[in-house]
């Protein structure tokens, strides 16, 4: 079974592949059970250490999921990545494929502009 957050995990972990140099954001617990680097396919990254903390602006994966609704929040995750939704809670890219719920959770999370937008959005719904 693939990993699955709880509601109040952060994806908080960078990780990199030696062989491509690309760096990505992963659950603390997800760090035993890497693959393969998703852009070239080499043998397990490395842990290079947390995402900087004290922004105050994360968002955990339960809170993520209850903005769902949000037509805003569709608009970014379309905008920033590129993906739409499928109804459901699911995702497509533009090759049609489904990305979990998870990797666009931390996709925005990793990104400060994108963490902060939705940062707001949630703020402006706990109101
Ligand atoms: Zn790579």
Same mark, same amino acid.
């Not at 954001?25 to 290079?48: D, H, I, N, T």
């Not at 499928?86 to 979990?100: H, I, K, N, S, Y």
């Given at each position: 079974?693939?990993?699955?957050?709880?509601?109040?995990?952060?994806?908080?972990?960078?990780?990199?592949?030696?062989?491509? =140099?690309?760096r990505?954001?992963? +659950?603390?617990?997800?760090? !035993? #059970?890497? =693959? %393969?680097?998703?852009?070239?396919?080499?043998?397990?990254?490395? +842990?290079? !250490?947390?995402?900087?903390?004290? %922004?105050? /602006?994360?968002?955990?994966?339960?809170?993520?999921?209850?903005?769902l609704d949000?037509?805003? &929040?569709?608009? &970014?995750?379309?905008?920033?990545? !590129?993906?739409?939704? #499928?109804?459901?809670? /699911?995702? @497509?890219? @533009?090759?049609? /494929?489904?990305?979990? &719920?998870?990797?666009? $959770?931390?996709?925005?999370? =990793?990104? @400060?502009g994108?963490? !902060?937008?939705? +940062?707001?959005? $949630?703020? %402006?719904?706990a109101?």
């Amino acid at each position: 079974m693939p990993f699955q957050p709880l509601p109040e995990d952060q994806p908080s972990c960078t990780v990199a592949c030696s062989a491509c =140099g690309h760096r990505w954001l992963v +659950y603390e617990q997800q760090l !035993g #059970l890497l =693959g %393969s680097c998703p852009v070239c396919g080499a043998a397990r990254p490395r +842990y290079m !250490g947390s995402v900087a903390p004290g %922004s105050g /602006r994360q968002v955990s994966f339960g809170r993520f999921r209850a903005l769902l609704d949000e037509p805003r &929040l569709l608009t &970014l995750i379309g905008q920033a990545l !590129g993906l739409r939704p #499928l109804g459901g809670e /699911r995702f @497509a890219d @533009a090759q049609g /494929r489904e990305v979990p &719920l998870e990797d666009v $959770h931390f996709a925005l999370q =990793g990104n @400060a502009g994108w963490q !902060g937008q939705v +940062y707001n959005l $949630h703020m %402006s719904r706990a109101r």
